[in-house]
Structures are given as structure tokens and as C-alpha cells.
């Protein structure tokens, strides 16, 4: 059973799913419904200890109000109480965004309320890092007592999924941009992380680092430090400059471990430009690195845009 999230990320537009929810509204003769939902979102224990961003909460508990009003004369009070409360906090550069995973952990993440802030993508969380999390969830034995490099970590959604579902023996969050690394090493205590070389580490939590890389810069000695059973990465692809930086890093990587197998690699992309993706698998070619598509997994366990085209490429280093 999927669980919901406290993400706020209850969908209220027009699909199919908005028409159940007024049905519902209209032959409710109670309020426990609605209760039912602010419990499950703004409520949540989750949410009220880390608030999600003022604007996003204060549209969806608007929305949701419109919905009772349509379905019913009589105000709920308990709704107005919540948007008053949000009405009156104070607006922020950051949010928080929280899910839950399969086993009922949470993993929250400090992100920027912008798509581009401090001159950079980083600070948000985007879709193929969640579909990416999906796979790995699925697919546990691909981590489970590996070394694991993320390329491109962001605000470590992922990294952090993996860590606490995967049992990985290490993890090494890596991104180039200084704020995404202060903000990165933030989510990783936020989440009861701890990073070496802290002695609480226990023995049943992965070995977690974090690593300032710049894949134009990295050389062999570098990588080879990190010792990767595997590499993942999540969106990317979004520009023909970081695909060629990309594909240079991973041909370092593979000449990382010639005395043992060269590191797995899983390359997660939202499908935005089929030119970028074929530029994409054209460079891997002239690389000599072979790829194939990873089967798609069989749960969707956290919210993204519906219609969004993603895969995971498997690359053979």
C-alpha cells in the first residue's frame, strides 16, 4: 500500500481524483474527512515540525476550502484555523519538503522556494531524483553493502532514500556548487545522518560524506579515492555542456578499478529534449561505453508531474 506523504502534494485539479474527492465532499454528512486530510498533510506530525514553503501551503489549504464551500454552507473551522496560521508565518527563500518512505520514515529536505536560486538548479528536488529513489527502493541489491558515488547530488533526495532503505556499507553525496553542499550537509543531519568522521556513527548506518566535485576537474587520482562500487546520477541531462563534462568524468571512472570491475552505473533523466538524450547516448558511443535501459519498477511512491516521460539508463563502463 502506498502511504501518503506529507508533501502537501495532494493532487487537487482537474483529474480523475478531484472528482472522486468532491463526490466524496458531497456525500459526507461530517466533517471527518476533511479533518482526515489536514491530519494527513499540514497536520501531519512531519509537517508541523518541519513547515513546508508558506506559499504552497497557503494555495493548497485555499483550494481546499473552495472545495468544502462548494459542497457544503457550513464553514469548518478547523480548515480557517490552519490558513490563519499559515497567513500569519512568515515568508521564506526555504521550504520544507517532506515524504515517506515504504517503511513510514520520513525524509525531509530544506529546498530553495525558487526553481534557480544562488545561480543554480541544485536546490530543489526534481523528478527523476524521486523516480530514481522509486527504482532503488525496488531494487535494494543493486546498494546493499556497496560503496555508492552520487554525481549531481542536490538536495540529496536520493542519496538519502538510498541510505535508509538500501543498507549501503557508504555514501558519497557530491555536487560542485558550494551553497548546494551547505545545503546538502544540512539535509543529511536534518534526516539523523551522521557525517565522518563523527564517531556516533553506528555500524548499521552507511559510512555518508560529502564531496565537492567538479567533473571538468576531477582526474583519476581523485575518483579513484572514492573507491565506487557504483555511480548514480539524477537529472543531469539538461544541457549539451554538462553531458560532455558527464560523460568525461565516467570514462575516468572506468579506468578507476582496473584491478577489479569497473563501478555500476544508473543514469536517471526526465525526457524533456529527445536531442539531448540522443547527444547523450551518441557521447557515450564515441566513449566506448555501452548502456542499456533499466526495466521500469512497478510502485510510484512520491508525487511528480503525471505526464512526465522518465527512464534510467544501466551504463557498462
Same mark, same amino acid.
Given at each position: ?5 506529507? @508533501? ?18 458531497? @456525500? ?18 512531519? +509537517? ?10 497557503? +494555495? ?115 555536487? +560542485? ?13 536534518? @534526516? ?20 565537492? %566535485? ?24 539538461? +544541457? ?5 563534462? %558527464? ?5 575516468? %571512472? ?62 557498462? %563502463?
Amino acid at each position: 500500500m502506498v502511504k501518503k506523504n506529507p @508533501n502537501l502534494s495532494l493532487s487537487l485539479s482537474p483529474t480523475p481524483s478531484k472528482q472522486s474527492l468532491e463526490e466524496k465532499l458531497r @456525500n459526507s454528512s461530517d466533517s471527518e474527512l476533511l479533518l482526515g486530510i489536514l491530519r494527513k498533510t499540514v497536520k501531519h506530525p512531519v +509537517c508541523v515540525k518541519h513547515p513546508p514553503a508558506v506559499k504552497y501551503a497557503r +494555495c493548497f489549504l485555499s483550494e481546499l476550502i473552495k472545495k468544502h464551500e462548494a459542497a457544503h454552507p457550513e464553514p469548518l473551522d478547523e480548515l480557517y484555523e490552519a490558513l490563519a496560521e499559515v497567513l500569519t508565518a512568515r515568508e521564506s527563500t526555504q521550504g520544507h519538503r517532506s515524504y515517506l518512505l515504504p517503511s513510514g520514515d520520513p525524509v525531509t529536505l530544506s529546498e530553495s522556494t525558487a526553481f534557480v536560486s544562488h545561480g543554480t538548479t541544485g536546490l530543489v528536488t526534481w523528478d527523476a531524483a524521486l523516480y530514481l529513489a522509486e527504482w532503488a527502493i525496488e531494487n535494494p541489491a543493486a546498494f546493499t553493502d556497496r560503496t555508492v558515488l552520487e554525481l549531481g547530488s542536490g538536495a540529496g533526495l536520493t542519496g538519502l532514500a538510498i541510505c535508509k532503505t538500501c543498507r549501503p556499507r557508504a555514501y558519497i553525496f557530491s555536487d +560542485c556548487h558550494s551553497r548546494v553542499l551547505e545545503q546538502l550537509r544540512g539535509n543529511i543531519l536534518l @534526516n539523523g545522518l551522521s557525517l565522518e568522521p563523527d564517531i556516533t556513527t553506528t555500524s548499521q548506518s552507511p559510512r555518508v560524506t560529502v564531496a565537492h %566535485l567538479d567533473w571538468d576537474v576531477a582526474m583519476v587520482p581523485q575518483l579513484s579515492a572514492f573507491h565506487p562500487d557504483v555511480v548514480i546520477a539524477a537529472d543531469v541531462l539538461y +544541457c549539451p555542456d554538462v553531458i560532455l563534462s %558527464l560523460v568525461g568524468v565516467l570514462r575516468r %571512472l572506468s579506468t578507476c578499478r582496473s584491478d577489479q570491475r569497473a563501478p555500476d552505473v544508473y543514469i536517471a533523466f526526465t525526457i524533456r529534449n529527445p536531442e539531448t538524450c540522443r547527444l547523450f547516448t551518441t557521447e557515450l558511443g564515441q566513449a566506448g561505453i555501452r548502456w542499456e535501459a533499466a526495466p521500469p519498477h512497478g510502485r510510484r511512491l512520491f508525487p511528480y508531474e503525471e505526464h512526465s516521460e522518465m527512464a534510467i539508463l544501466q551504463l557498462v %563502463l
